[in-house]
């Protein structure tokens, strides 16, 4: 049976739900998105900010080429923000005449791309952050995963630590909807019409000899043939195992980054719930830049007697230093407000144990929400400005406390004091981090940890620059 049919037939077992799976760890998520353009028979659609030109970033792409060779319509949306220099690459791809390749927002200079940024700031400013990849209509993968190695865990160097949800069900229709939408939309531009010609058959022959010899080179690390068709195998032990429950897709419709000067529509619905929430509020946010309305709303909330608990990224484990100066500008408000503050360590054991490298540093770039732990928020929306009123963003919002308590068990893990320091004040009013090593004891920070004086003094001095707004 079709994995199609497999999965309809079930969401018709469930009437007005859907159904829902975590997708936890790095290499499970790569495994999931490449049994999607196996199992595909109709159409692929595929949309993210960045798909990065490294071993994952050239196994997608060569996967989604073998499902148009079968027949499948393959349409891929990005973001013009990491495509520098590529161009013909994408192009020759977009030549396969199964596949359609569009970039939202192009840089209208390809070889200077700076000069937008001067010409044009406001318009280039606005940028995608989707992150989705929908087959045959039936099945869908939303979250807070790029295409690139260190978003599934096999860089040598720094890895991601991060969560998808995979959908079945009346959501996956309205997820394909959000798709069309950016794709029907006049942000969306046809690469054939960003590089002045159209490709042909015998550039794709060339372009895929390239990238299939790059992929021969790279050794990806782990056996991904068998992961697949393990994967594969087990479509209906994971269709067993789903959760079923009301969802609904949360976006920013691209048309609105032209008036999006105060807060977007995925702000609004985040304070919408806060409005309701009675008991608990469980954050992690990779990026976490609280402005005058988010704090006070975390002083309210503490105030009524809700709890909020939020993990994000320390300065030793951000990749962006000016989120962290934006954030660590507001850190000691934020404890002010009687919120319980943690901060993803570079060394948390609960990935370094899955990491193809021991040596190899971690990140936060999760973006999951649990509410009264009845319901929960997955996606590619961080607690920033740039999510909150500059970029569109892209997530599923799900009613079920079995859900909820999958979830909150991941977060738990984030905040574990051997993934994690706790910022609290000291008794002088300073702040302070603590943490345990490996062997369980208790240690304690007066800065922050495992940072260098070159990352502290960059981020003083991003701090003292007016450009919060755009973090």
């Given at each position: 049976m079709a994995a199609a049919c497999l999965f309809d037939e079930a969401a018709a077992r469930h009437p007005g739900k859907?159904?829902?799976?975590?997708?936890?760890?790095?290499?499970?998520?790569?495994?999931?998105?490449?049994?999607?353009?196996?199992?595909?028979?109709?159409?692929?659609?595929?949309?993210?900010?960045?798909?990065?030109?490294?071993?994952?970033?050239?196994?997608?792409?060569?996967?989604?080429?073998?499902?148009?060779?079968?027949?499948?319509k393959v349409r891929v949306l990005l973001d013009d923000i990491n495509l520098s220099g590529r161009d013909d690459m994408v192009a020759c791809l977009d030549a396969h005449p199964n596949v359609e390749i569009r970039i939202f927002n192009p840089f209208r200079n390809r070889r200077v791309r700076a000069l937008d940024f001067l010409t044009n700031p406001?318009?280039?400013?606005?940028r995608m952050h989707n992150k989705i990849m929908v087959m045959d209509g039936a099945v869908a993968i939303v979250g807070g995963r790029n295409v690139g190695d260190h978003y599934f865990e096999v860089d040598p160097d720094s890895n991601f630590r991060d969560l998808d949800l995979a959908a079945v069900g009346p959501v996956v229709r309205e997820t394909t909807a959000v798709f069309d939408r950016f794709w029907g939309g006049d942000w969306a531009v046809p690469i054939r019409e960003i590089t002045g010609r159209e490709r042909s058959p015998a550039d794709l022959v060339q372009g895929l000899a390239v990238m299939r010899g790059k992929i021969a080179a790279d050794h990806y690390p782990h056996?991904?043939?068998?992961?697949?068709?393990?994967?594969?195998?087990?479509?209906?032990?994971?269709?067993?195992?789903?959760?079923?429950?009301?969802?609904?897709?949360?976006?920013?419709?691209?048309?609105?980054?032209?008036?999006?000067?105060?807060?977007g529509r995925m702000t609004e619905a985040l304070y919408q719930r806060l409005d309701r929430l009675e008991s608990e509020l469980l954050i992690e946010s990779a990026y976490f830049v609280p402005r005058e309305r988010a704090v006070e709303t975390l002083r309210e909330l503490h105030e009524k007697g809700r709890r909020v608990r939020i993990l994000t990224n320390s300065l030793a484990s951000n990749d962006v230093l000016a989120a962290h100066a934006g954030y660590s500008k507001h850190r000691a408000e934020v404890i002010g407000t009687g919120a319980e503050l943690y901060e993803f360590r570079p060394d948390p054991d609960d990935i370094r144990q899955r990491l193809v490298s021991a040596k190899s540093l971690a990140g936060l770039h999760t973006k999951a929400i649990v509410f009264d732990r009845r319901d929960v928020f997955i996606g590619s929306f961080n607690l920033d400005p740039r999510s909150g009123s500059i970029n569109t963003e892209a997530g599923l919002y799900v009613e079920s406390e079995e859900l909820a308590e999958q979830v909150t068990a991941f977060l738990d893990a984030g905040t574990k004091p051997t993934n994690s320091y706790r910022v609290i004040r000291g008794e002088d009013g300073a702040l302070v981090w603590t943490t345990e090593d490996h062997d369980g004891h208790e240690v304690r920070y007066q800065k922050d940890p495992n940072s260098t004086w070159w990352q502290r003094w960059v981020v003083g001095a991003i701090r003292c620059l007016p450009v919060e707004r755009q973090l």
């Open positions: 859907s159904g829902f799976a975590l997708i936890r760890f790095g290499r499970a998520a790569l495994t999931a998105r490449v049994a999607l353009t196996e199992l595909a028979e109709r159409t692929l659609d595929v949309q993210y900010y960045i798909w990065g030109a490294d071993a994952t970033g050239r196994i997608l792409a060569e996967r989604l080429i073998r499902a148009a060779d079968r027949g499948v406001e318009r280039i400013n606005h056996p991904l043939e068998r992961d697949t068709d393990a994967m594969v195998a087990s479509l209906e032990a994971i269709r067993d195992d789903l959760v079923w429950a009301p969802g609904r897709v949360v976006w920013d419709d691209p048309s609105s980054i032209r008036e999006k000067t105060g807060t």
